[in-house]
């Protein structure tokens, strides 16, 4: 049973524009919570990460939200760029046990120039 | 710096055939994990290693085996490969101080069972 869902697939932006990726959980123990990029060929590569005891996250372009009650968390990429074109995972853990990770299916983003 | 580094990077098998996949990682990471990646499944864990001599279950272990003899090292085998084993594979490693510090990742090995 996937515990991490990104209900969309895919996502269009035109470059200058937001980017808005979703991602929700069923397991309301969860309280870490991390976005990855992945361009073909690549393994994914770390973005931004967020802990349950915060509701937002900043890191330049890209700002992650977090609703604790919804279980939900997005990421907001502000101004869109060509370079951003790629799948985003979500992903999910306890902190308090360490070891595994449970992702997303991603969702791939294309900014159209 | 290599950071983490999957061999091979493509192979193709026959159906029972076996084979060993390789990651090797220079950071001096403790954790390290394999997932697969299939269309609209995302990232499964299959093993992971919390340290050199350890092995754990993840989420899809069946029909494969783990070996860590070397921290850095972390071997994924398939003792009998079969066409549904046809995947992206990704090793990934992390250190083990900082329960908040992301994984690292390789760039995958691209494997066909035929």
């Known amino acids: 049973d996937q515990q991490v869902k990104q209900n969309s697939p895919s996502l269009s932006v035109q470059e200058g524009r937001i980017s808005i990726l979703n991602c929700d959980y069923t397991n309301s123990m969860f309280d870490y919570f991390l976005w990855y990029k992945k361009y073909p060929a690549e393994g994914p590569t770390f973005l931004i990460s967020?802990?349950?005891?915060?509701d937002k996250n900043e890191d330049g372009r890209f700002t992650v939200f977090l609703n604790k009650s919804a279980k939900h968390l997005s990421l907001h990429i502000v101004p869109s760029q060509p370079g951003d074109s790629a799948v985003y995972f979500c992903a999910a853990t306890l902190l308090n046990t360490g070891n595994q990770f449970y992702f997303g299916t991603g969702t791939s983003l294309t900014v159209i120039p | 710096n290599a950071g983490v580094t999957q061999t091979p990077k493509f192979r193709v098998l026959k159906t029972g055939q076996s084979m060993t996949l390789l990651c090797a990682q220079d950071m001096n990471h403790e954790y390290m994990y394999w997932y697969r990646q299939d269309p609209g499944m995302g990232l499964r864990l299959i093993h992971y290693s919390v340290g050199e001599g350890t092995t754990a279950k993840g989420e899809v272990p069946d029909g494969y085996n783990v070996s860590r003899l070397k921290k850095q090292n972390f071997l994924l085998g398939l003792e009998s490969a079969a066409p549904s084993q046809t995947s992206v594979y990704f090793c990934a490693s992390r250190p083990v101080w900082g329960a908040d510090q992301p994984q690292h990742f390789g760039d995958g090995t691209r494997l066909s069972i035929l």
């Open positions: 967020i802990s349950s005891i915060k």
